[in-house]
């Protein structure tokens, strides 16, 4: 099952754009409920008056179709869920990327002012992106605040905006753990590493004992990972204030712990640094020249399709820790629905976005169909999810292990409100000193400095600069 | 009796009539989106405070831009070792086709131009498959004898995987033009010449040659043209050496980056215009030359 938030593209499908639908008719009556709960937004805690549920009742009958930007593969199931429960509503599903050019197609179309979808697919690190240009809705008056105990704490932080709006509702998440080849381990006398320092000790000693073995590849192009390990690590990269004040700190001492220690290991040649979803890194984990992957909780089902050959070797274990008597994790990828400001039925739309995520069935087909990893506290504690004994892991319970990792997410890491900028930057520097073995500390520096140029050329007030 | 000679006021219409069709097109795609990416690239959008009137600031900005500046740079290296190459290889095909002297020449002569009918991305991905480093066919063909290939994705040796990748595309394309120009040479020159006690290599050369500069600057028009727009076959390595082919590599994947990821639309505009005035300049270089030398 090669279904992961950072896979192969699908190919973009059909792209129908709404307007000329039968919505026209009722957009008018609804048009007063969508400027109140848009307009208003981030003023006060309640995020402009409640849609009463006279008016839902009333907008869930009036038959309309609205449209669903995704890339989630097969979800007609779970939007077949939702037309069976109010079938005046119909949901047009369509792929218009996945990540980054769906991002691209849906900013054009908001500068546009036309054709953008009434819903979209956004990963968590995305929501800042999009609320800096107020693109999203504030959910809140149409009932998400009861949701937020339905889901993992960080999840719903990361959807939660400065002054409480809910600008999105979690759909699955990628708490990071490790998932590691045993009988690699136990060959050269390997035992799981607990901490960092235990992990750096055994990369070496692994690579002297077969120097066509490393402990694991850490991919030099991956942003997403190392903000994982810098939010496992409790740094605060970027703080937004208000609307136009960020402060950019990727360069702090966390960060140059984290540069120096991967630096280390990439200069010493004990680890590899190799792109990673590439041929050669399939190559990679298939021929057990990587004895470890650090990723996150859709890892697991990722790999079982990807590298099916070493069935039964592979294991799951939490990340190294920096301080093991306070166990941490990150977050990487996993995604939300958001309804799109524009959208002529605001009701209809945040309906199915909390719907399709919160209801116990749909949710839980995610789980089972599209191997997600869940953001719900429910399905997280549900025997027949986490007791799942899968044959690729020897029969551990893989799932259980990041339900664990999960609950040691911190709840208080921020993204920037530029993150493409930020990932191509990275790219630039710290990719660059990683897969040269340079001087991955000083390249840090750069990062800060390309950032903080481009946060300033854009009109933001940067703190500490 | 023609229209002329009974009506001629009406060909005074009709002249432009016939030229409306293509006007309208010429104005509607292709002077309007120029116009409108020029009145983009005064204006500046910021996330925090919008849009305003920079006037000139994106080209004074662009410029001094380091990131530009080795793109351009990069680029016009690519130009100065790929394009020569290339053409040689078009006009060495081309002659051995016109020479008669090869068997199965047909063949060849598609066998040539098959890989400029292969769209540039598929062929970006297949020479990235053959020069991976870990399985590509190359690596593993030196492997097997214990011959050391080099990493054709790494820093060093990238832009040479590229100028590769570019000339295999693009000699069929070039070579058809040179052929068909060879083939409107006047077959009594040759006789002449032969009657004259020349050669094949001095009718090649005496002959041939000076019949083929027109269609060689052609050639040599497009390749700047091409060489400075580079984008299709960097963008696709990207995927699998992405710390050696950076966001700024070429000056267009750096336009496009600057759009698309930077969202700065308007800086991008003027750099497209920059690298526009760049290529509009050495081909005006380059025409200038050659005319010279037909002249001289």
């Known amino acids: 099952m090669s279904k992961s938030p950072f896979g192969i593209e699908s190919p973009m499908s059909r792209r129908r754009f709404l307007g000329v639908t039968g919505a026209v008719s009722l957009s008018a009556a609804l048009a007063a409920c969508s400027n109140s709960s848009g307009g208003s937004g981030g003023s006060g805690s309640a995020g402009g008056a409640a849609v009463s549920q006279a008016d839902i009742d009333k907008a869930m009958a009036t038959p309309t179709t609205r449209t669903f930007w995704t890339w989630v593969p097969n979800i007609q199931s779970e939007v077949a869920l939702f037309e069976a429960k109010y079938p005046a509503i119909k949901v047009n599903v369509v792929n218009a990327g996945q990540g980054t050019p769906q991002y691209t197609k849906l900013r054009t179309a908001l500068q546009a002012g036309s054709g953008a979808p009434d819903l979209c697919q956004i990963e968590y690190q995305y929501v800042p992106t999009f609320t800096i240009t107020e693109s999203l809705l504030d959910l809140r008056p149409h009932g998400a605040s009861a949701l937020k105990s339905k889901f993992v704490d960080w999840t719903w932080s990361q959807v939660s905006g400065p002054n409480g709006e809910v600008f999105a509702i979690p759909q699955d998440t990628g708490p990071m753990g490790m998932l590691y080849r045993k009988d690699i381990f136990d060959k050269y006398g390997i035992a799981v590493p607990k901490t960092w320092d235990d992990f750096a000790a055994a990369a070496r000693k692994l690579h002297a004992a077969d120097p066509n073995v490393y402990l694991t590849n850490f991919a030099a192009n991956q942003a997403a990972a190392w903000h994982g390990l810098l939010w496992q690590a409790n740094a605060k990269p970027y703080t937004v204030t208000g609307k136009s004040t960020v402060a950019i700190n990727v360069d702090d001492q966390i960060s140059q712990k984290l540069g120096a220690y991967w630096g280390a290991l990439a200069k010493e ?20 020249t990587y004895a470890t992957w650090l990723t996150a909780a859709w890892g697991p089902a990722f790999l079982s399709g990807s590298a099916a050959s070493t069935s039964g070797k592979w294991r799951a274990a939490p990340l190294p820790q920096w301080d093991a008597s306070a166990p941490a994790s990150g977050n990487w990828g996993g995604s939300t629905t958001a309804v799109i ?15 399709l995520n919160s209801d116990p069935d749909s949710a839980k087909l995610f789980a089972t169909k599209q191997f997600f990893f869940p953001a719900t506290k429910t399905l997280l504690a549900d025997q027949s999810f986490v007791g799942a004994t899968p044959a690729f892991y ?3 319970q893989v799932n259980q292990v990041f339900a664990d990792v999960s609950q040691t997410v911190n709840t208080s890491f921020q993204w920037p409100p530029f993150l493409d900028q930020v990932v191509t930057d990275f790219t630039d520097t710290v990719s660059k000193a990683l897969s040269s073995k340079g001087d991955v500390v000083g390249s840090l520096a750069q990062w800060q400095s390309r950032i903080v140029s481009y946060a300033k050329g854009q009109g933001f007030t940067v703190q500490g600069s | 009796m023609s229209a002329q000679n009974t009506d001629p006021q009406g060909t005074g219409a009709a002249g432009p009539l016939f030229v409306a069709p293509f006007l309208a097109l010429f104005l509607l795609l292709f002077l309007t989106p120029l116009g409108y990416a020029a009145y983009l690239s005064l204006f500046q959008h910021k996330l925090v405070g919008g849009t305003t009137f920079v006037g000139l600031q994106n080209y004074v900005n662009a410029l001094k831009d380091p990131l530009l500046l080795h793109g351009v740079g990069r680029v016009a290296l690519f130009f100065l070792i790929q394009v020569p190459l290339m053409l040689l290889l078009a006009l060495l095909f081309a002659l051995a086709l016109d020479s008669g002297l090869l068997r199965l020449a047909k063949v060849i002569r598609l066998g040539i131009f098959v ?7 598929v062929a970006a991905l297949m020479w990235g498959y053959l020069y991976g480093p870990n399985f590509g066919p190359i690596a593993q063909l030196g492997r097997h004898f214990h011959v050391s290939t080099p990493n054709f994705l790494g820093n060093s040796w990238m832009l040479g995987s590229l100028a590769n990748i570019v000339t295999w595309e693009f000699v069929g394309y070039n070579m058809i033009i040179l052929y068909a120009a060879l083939q409107t040479i006047p077959r009594e020159l040759y006789e002449a010449a032969a009657v004259d006690g020349a050669g094949p290599w001095r009718i090649a050369r005496a002959i041939k040659l000076p019949a083929l500069r027109p269609a060689l600057t052609l050639t040599l028009l497009f390749s700047v043209i091409g060489s400075f727009q580079l984008f299709n076959e960097p963008k696709l390595l990207q995927q699998i050496a992405p710390d050696v082919i950076d966001s700024g590599y070429t000056a267009n994947l750096y336009a496009y980056n600057l759009a698309f990821t930077g969202q700065q639309v308007n800086y991008a505009a003027a750099v497209s215009f920059l690298l526009g005035l760049v290529i509009v300049i050495v081909s005006y270089v380059f025409l200038y030359v050659a005319n010279r030398r037909r002249n001289a």
């Open chain 1, 394 to 396: 020897g029969g551990q």
């Open chain 2, 115 to 121: 890989p400029y009918a292969v769209p540039s991305v």
């Open chain 1, 341 to 355: 400001k524009s959208t002529k039925n605001p009701i209809a739309a945040a309906q199915f976005a909390q719907f």
């Open chain 1, 269 to 288: 040649g004990v680890v590899g640094v190799e792109p990673d979803f590439t041929d050669s890194w399939y190559a990679g984990l298939n021929k057990g």
